[in-house]
C-alpha cells in the first residue's frame, strides 16, 4: 500500500476508536505510519479524509445490506417480502456490537460546521440512494434516474437515516424489519382506501 491507502486505512481505525470530532491529524498519522504533510498532499485536509474514511466505512457496512455475499434478497422486486429481507439486513448492521452506524449520528450533528465535508456526504448519500433502489428493484445502479435516486433512493435514506438514530438512541425500542414492514404495509392499505 502506499500512504493515500495507508492514510485512508489509518483514518478508518481512527474513526471507529475516537469518531470524527476527536480524531486529529496526529492521531491518524500515528495510526498510519505515514506524515502530516501526506494528508494534504493526498486529501487536501484531515477533515476530508475522515470523509473518505467514513464513506468508506459505509460501503463497507452497506455491502451487508444484500445478505450473504453474491446472494438476491428473497420477493418480487418492489414487493413487501424483499422490503423485509433488505431490512432485515440492515438492521443487522446496526444491531452488531460496536456498529459504526453510531458514527453516522455525530458526522450528521457536524455537517453545518464543515460545508466541505457535507457536500462529499450529501453526494454519497445519493449514491446511497440510488443502490437501495436498485437492491429493492433488481434495476442496474447505472440505469436508475437521478429522479428517482432522489426520491425513492431519498425515501429508503430516510428510513435508514432514522434506523440509526433510534438503534443509537435505544436499542432496545428501536424497530426491526418485521415493524417496519408491518408498518408499510399499514401506510400502503390506507392508501388504497
Known amino acids: ?58 460501503e463497507r457496512a452497506s455491502d451487508g445490506f444484500e445478505g450473504a455475499e453474491g446472494e438476491e434478497p428473497v420477493g418480487e422486486p418492489g414487493s413487501l417480502e424483499r422490503f423485509r429481507a433488505v431490512f432485515t439486513n440492515v438492521v443487522s448492521t446496526m444491531s452488531e456490537p460496536g456498529s459504526m452506524w453510531r458514527l453516522g ?31 429493492m428493484t433488481t434495476v442496474p445502479e447505472a440505469d436508475v434516474s437521478d429522479d428517482t435516486a432522489d426520491s425513492l433512493g431519498g425515501f429508503y435514506m430516510t428510513l435508514i437515516t432514522g434506523l440509526i438514530a433510534q438503534w443509537t438512541f435505544d436499542p432496545k ?21
Open 1 to 58: 500500500m502506499g500512504h493515500r491507502e495507508d492514510l485512508l486505512e489509518g483514518a478508518k481505525r481512527c474513526l471507529l476508536e475516537k469518531g470524527f470530532a476527536r480524531t486529529t491529524a496526529r492521531d491518524i498519522v500515528k495510526e498510519s505510519a505515514t506524515n502530516l504533510a501526506s494528508i494534504g498532499y493526498h486529501y487536501g485536509s484531515k477533515d476530508a479524509l475522515l470523509a473518505q474514511a467514513y464513506i468508506a466505512l459505509v
Open 105 to 135: 449520528m455525530e458526522v450528521m450533528t457536524m455537517g453545518d460546521k464543515m460545508p466541505e465535508v457535507r457536500d462529499q456526504l450529501a453526494r454519497a448519500q445519493r449514491g446511497g440512494g440510488r443502490a437501495m433502489v436498485a437492491l
Open 173 to 193: 425500542t428501536a424497530p426491526d424489519a418485521e415493524r417496519l414492514t408491518e408498518g408499510l404495509r399499514q401506510v400502503l392499505e390506507g392508501v388504497r382506501r
